[in-house]
C-alpha cells in the first residue's frame, strides 16, 4: 500500500487480486468512483491494483478495502511502512508465482485435453456409425472436428486399434471424470469467480468462460447418463468433454503467456528495483561491518571499493572515483566524484574507494522516489484509455446476449441437428468474446514506456503526460541552464594595445581575479574560476568597492606594487576618465555573440576586455535539430537581454525568441499560444520556471539525477540534455500509434470474431468456428495485444521511425 497526502485528500494504492479481464477492472473502477469521499480511482488490470484518492473526513482505507471485497475481489492494506522497493518486490515475486501456478496448470490440462481428443476419437466413429445405422445425423459441422476425423482417426486406428474395441459407455464415464478433474482443478478459479460475480450481479471474462465450457459440460453429462434421448429424437448423443478440456488448457495457456509478457512490460522498473544490494559495509566503532541495507542508519560512514555497488544514498567523505549512474540518468558516461559530492544508492563504483556519510534512506532514497513515480505512472490512466472502460463495462452482458441470439437462430434455422448446432455456436460466441485485449491494450503500452523512458534518462508521470506529449506541436524552452550551460564561464580575453599588459593576459586575468575574488556576482565567481583552473595565483584585494549594476573597483597589489584596477562597464570607466574606444569593436563583437563584455582599467588607463558567458550545452543544437524534423516549433524564453537571447538562438538554432521576461511573462506567453490553439511543451529548470512548467500542456523539468521529486513538471528529464526531451516526445507519439494499433485490433478481433464464431459464414461459405478454436483464437488476442506493447522496449532514437 502506498498512500501520499495532499493540502486535504490522501492518495493510497491498494493491492486487488482476482481481476481478470478490463469488464473486472471497469466494474471495480466504477463502484470505487461511486463511493462517499472518493475524488477519483484508478484501478490498473496489469499491476493488479487500485489507486484512489479520497476524503479522509468522509472515507477510510479499510472502508475502501471492503467496498472491493463486496464487488467480489481480493484486497488488503499492506504494511504502512513498507517502501516502494520492497512494494515492487512483493510484486514481483506474486507475478512469479502466478506466472509458474498458470503454467503447472496449462500443461497439465494441455496433456489431458490430448488425451482427451485421443480416446474421443473412436467415441466419435462409433457414434457416428450407430446414427447412420438409426438414419439420425451427427454433429461434423465444424472444420476443426471434421480435420480431426478425416486425418487424425485414420492415422490412430492403424497406431492404436485396441482403442475402438473399448465399450462407447465406458470412455465416455472416462472422459466424464477426467473433465471434471480438469474443471475442479486448473479450472476452478473460471468458476468460483463467476459466482462471486454473479452474485454481486455483474459479469466478466469468467462468466463467459464458465457459462461456455459449464454448459459444454452439461450438455455432455445428459449425453452420457441418458443417450437414449438423443438418439430418440435423431441427434447423436455426441459429448464435448475434450472441448471443454481443451478450451480450459488454451485459455490457460493464453493467461500464460499474458502473465509471462506482462511481467516482461515491467522489467525496466524490476531492473531498478534489483539494484539496491542486500547489504552495506559500515564503519562503526572502527571495525568494518557488512550489515543488511536495511540496517544502515543516517550519518553511518559506508566503505565502497571498486567495481561494488553503493547500497544508499549519501555524501563522499573521503576518496574519491568514477560513478556509473546510468541506469538511473541514462548517461553512459561515468561521473567523476570526490570530497562533498553526492553519491547515489544503486550506482556502481568504478574505480577508486572512497567513504561516504549516509544521508537519505529507505523510501526517501532516489532510487526509491525513482520507482515510487515510476509505479505512479504505471499506476495512471491515459485518457484514452476511457473508450475502452466504457465499452468494456457494457461488453461480457452484450455478449451474452448474442450468444443467446445465436442460439435461437440456429435452432430454428438450422436444417440437421439444430440443438446440437446452436448450441455450438452459442458456446464459441461465449468463448471468443474474452475482453481480455481491450483491457490490456492500454495499460501495457504504457507500463512499457515509461520504464523504456526511465533507461532513457526520462520519467514521464503517467498516462495522461505520455498522451498529451504525443500531441505536442510547440516546445517552449528556457535558455538559461536549459539551452545553455546554466554556468558562465570566460570566453575571451582582449588585451588592449594602450595597456601595460600587451601579451600577457595571465597577468591581466590575475588582477581582474584578485579583485573579483570579493564580489558575489555570477560574472565575478566565472572570472575567479578561469583564473584558478589556469593555476594563477588570487591574492585578498587591498580595497574592494561594488558599483551595483555597473561593476567593481579596488586596489591590487601584486610584486609589491599597487595597482588601482576597475572592471566593469563604459558608464563605470567613463567616470575615471577612461576611454573605451579602441576596444569598442570588439565590445560589439562579443555582444553579438551573446557574450557579456567587461572593460578593464588598470591605475586609469584601459587594460583591455574579459568576455563572459553562459555557453550553449553542446547537445542543444543537435537537440533542437531534432524537435524540427519531428515537426515542432521552437520558442525560447528567457529573462536576458535581447541581444544576447538573439545570439544564443541564432547559435541553437531556434525559431522565436521572447527576452526580457520575468516569470509571469513566460506563463502569458505559454497562454497567448495555447489561444492560438499550440499544444505546449515547456522545458525549464522545474525552479524559476515552475509556474511556466505548470500552466503549459506537458511541463518537462531538468533533473540532474539526484533531484527526482521535481513536482512541477509532468516529465522529469534526468539528465541536463535537450535531446532527452525530444526522446520524450518521440517515444509519446510511438507509444499513442502502439496503442492505437492496440484498441483498433482488440475492437476489430471482436467485431469479426463474434459473427464468425455465430455462424455469419456459413451459408456462403459453410464455415463454422469450433469452440475449441475460438479459445485459441482469444488466448492469441491478448497476447497479440501485449506483444505488440513489448516492441516499445526496442525504442532507441529521439527521431520518429
Request: a neutral charge; glycine letters at 8%; charged letters at 15%.
Amino acid at each position: 500500500m502506498t498512500t501520499t497526502m495532499t493540502a486535504e485528500h490522501r492518495t493510497i494504492r491498494i493491492p486487488v487480486t482476482g481481476m481478470t479481464c478490463a469488464a473486472c477492472q471497469s466494474r471495480i473502477q466504477r463502484t470505487l468512483q461511486k463511493q462517499s469521499g472518493v475524488d477519483d480511482a484508478t484501478v490498473n488490470l496489469i499491476l493488479n491494483d487500485a489507486t484512489i484518492t479520497f476524503d479522509p473526513a468522509a472515507t477510510s482505507p479499510e472502508a475502501l478495502v471492503e467496498v472491493i471485497r463486496d464487488v467480489g475481489y481480493g484486497a488488503s492494506l499492506a504494511a504502512p511502512d513498507q517502501t516502494a522497493l520492497q512494494e515492487q518486490e512483493a510484486r514481483d515475486d506474486d507475478a512469479a508465482t502466478e506466472y509458474l501456478t498458470l503454467r503447472r496448470k496449462a500443461i497439465v490440462s494441455g496433456i489431458a485435453g490430448l488425451f482427451a481428443m485421443i480416446i474421443s476419437m473412436p467415441l466419435m466413429s462409433q457414434l457416428a456409425a450407430s446414427m447412420h445405422a438409426h438414419g439420425g445425423a451427427s454433429n461434423v459441422g465444424d472444420p476443426f472436428m471434421r480435420w480431426t476425423m478425416t486425418v487424425l482417426d485414420p492415422a490412430l486406428r492403424r497406431v492404436a486399434p485396441f482403442l475402438y474395441a473399448i465399450d462407447p459407455r465406458v470412455t465416455t464415464w472416462l472422459l466424464l471424470a477426467l473433465t471434471l478433474g480438469v474443471m475442479t482443478w486448473a479450472g476452478r478459479h473460471f468458476y468460483t469467480q463467476a459466482w462471486a460475480a454473479f452474485r454481486h450481479h455483474a459479469a466478466d471474462m469468467n462468466t463467459l468462460v464458465a457459462v461456455g465450457t459449464g454448459a459444454a459440460f452439461l450438455y455432455s453429462v445428459v449425453a452420457t447418463v441418458a443417450p437414449d434421448f438423443f438418439v430418440s429424437r435423431g441427434v447423436a448423443p455426441d459429448v464435448y468433454y475434450e472441448a471443454v478440456v481443451l478450451i480450459i488448457a488454451l485459455i490457460l495457456t493464453g493467461n500464460m503467456f499474458e502473465a509471462r509478457a506482462k511481467q516482461r512490460t515491467s522489467s525496466a522498473l524490476r531492473a531498478l528495483v534489483h539494484l539496491q544490494p542486500k547489504t552495506a559495509r559500515v564503519l562503526r566503532d572502527n571495525m568494518e561491518l557488512d550489515v543488511p541495507v536495511e540496517s544502515v542508519i543516517a550519518g553511518d560512514t559506508v566503505i565502497v571499493r571498486p567495481g561494488e555497488r553503493i547500497p544508499v544514498d549519501g555524501a563522499i567523505l573521503a576518496g574519491s572515483s568514477s560513478v556509473d549512474e546510468s541506469m538511473l540518468t541514462g548517461e553512459s558516461m561515468p561521473v567523476s566524484k570526490a570530497v562533498g559530492d553526492r553519491v547515489i544508492g544503486g550506482t556502481i563504483n568504478a574505480t577508486g574507494a572512497f567513504r561516504f556519510r549516509a544521508t537519505t534512506l529507505g523510501g526517501d532514497s532516489v532510487l526509491a522516489q525513482i520507482v515510487q513515480l515510476m509505479r505512479d505512472a504505471q499506476s495512471s490512466r491515459a485518457p484514452i484509455q476511457r473508450l475502452a472502460d466504457r465499452i468494456s463495462g457494457i461488453f461480457v452482458p452484450i455478449v451474452l446476449s448474442l450468444a443467446v441470439v445465436t442460439f435461437v437462430v440456429w435452432f430454428i434455422t438450422a436444417e440437421q441437428a439444430p440443438a446440437v448446432r446452436a448450441f455450438a455456436a452459442s458456446v464459441a460466441v461465449l468463448i471468443i468474446a474474452c475482453p481480455c485485449a481491450m483491457g490490456l491494450a492500454v495499460p501495457t503500452a504504457v507500463m512499457v514506456a515509461t520504464g523504456k523512458g526511465a533507461e532513457l534518462g526520462v520519467l514521464i508521470k503517467g498516462g495522461e503526460a505520455l498522451q498529451r506529449a504525443g500531441d505536442l506541436n510547440t516546445v517552449v524552452l528556457d535558455k538559461t541552464g536549459t539551452v545553455t550551460e546554466g554556468k558562465p564561464t570566460v570566453t575571451d580575453i582582449v588585451v588592449a594595445p594602450e595597456g601595460k599588459f600587451v601579451q600577457r593576459e595571465d597577468a591581466l586575468l590575475q588582477l581582474v581575479a584578485s579583485l573579483e575574488s570579493r564580489s558575489e556576482h555570477p560574472l565575478a565567481d566565472a572570472i575567479v574560476r578561469d583564473a584558478r583552473a589556469r593555476g594563477l595565483s588570487i591574492v585578498e584585494p587591498a580595497a574592494f568597492e561594488s558599483h551595483t549594476g555597473r561593476g567593481a573597483i579596488g586596489v591590487v597589489q601584486d610584486g609589491g606594487v599597487d595597482y588601482a584596477v576597475a572592471v566593469g562597464n563604459a558608464a563605470l570607466l567613463a567616470d575615471y576618465s577612461v576611454n573605451t574606444a579602441s576596444l569598442q569593436a570588439d565590445v560589439d563583437r562579443l555582444a553579438n555573440d551573446g557574450k557579456t563584455p567587461m572593460f578593464v582599467a588598470v591605475d586609469g588607463v584601459l587594460a583591455g576586455l574579459i568576455a563572459v558567458a553562459d555557453p550553449i550545452k553542446e547537445s542543444s543544437r543537435a537537440a533542437i535539430t531534432q524537435l524540427h524534423a519531428m515537426g515542432l516549433d521552437v520558442v525560447m524564453l528567457t529573462g536576458d537581454n535581447e541581444r544576447t537571447a538573439n545570439a544564443v538562438a541564432r547559435l541553437a538554432g531556434v525559431d522565436r525568441v521572447v527576452a526580457g521576461v520575468l516569470p509571469a511573462g513566460k506563463v502569458a506567453e505559454i497562454v497567448r499560444l495555447q489561444s492560438l490553439g499550440r499544444v505546449v511543451a515547456m522545458v525549464g529548470d522545474g525552479v524559476n520556471d515552475a509556474p511556466a512548467l505548470a500552466q503549459a500542456d506537458v511541463g518537462m523539468a531538468i533533473g540532474t539525477g539526484t533531484d527526482v521529486a521535481i513536482e512541477a513538471g509532468d516529465i522529469v528529464l534526468m539528465r541536463g540534455d535537450l535531446r532527452t526531451a525530444a526522446q520524450a516526445i518521440a517515444l509519446s507519439r510511438r507509444t499513442m500509434r502502439t496503442i492505437k494499433q492496440n484498441l483498433f485490433w482488440a475492437f476489430i478481433y471482436n467485431v469479426i470474431g463474434i459473427p464468425v464464431a455465430a455462424g455469419v459464414l456459413y451459408p456462403a461459405f459453410g464455415l463454422l468456428l469450433s469452440p475449441i478454436l475460438a479459445s485459441a483464437a482469444m488466448a492469441f488476442s491478448s497476447v497479440s495485444v501485449v506483444s505488440n506493447s513489448l516492441r516499445l522496449r526496442r525504442f532507441a532514437s529521439a527521431l520518429p521511425a
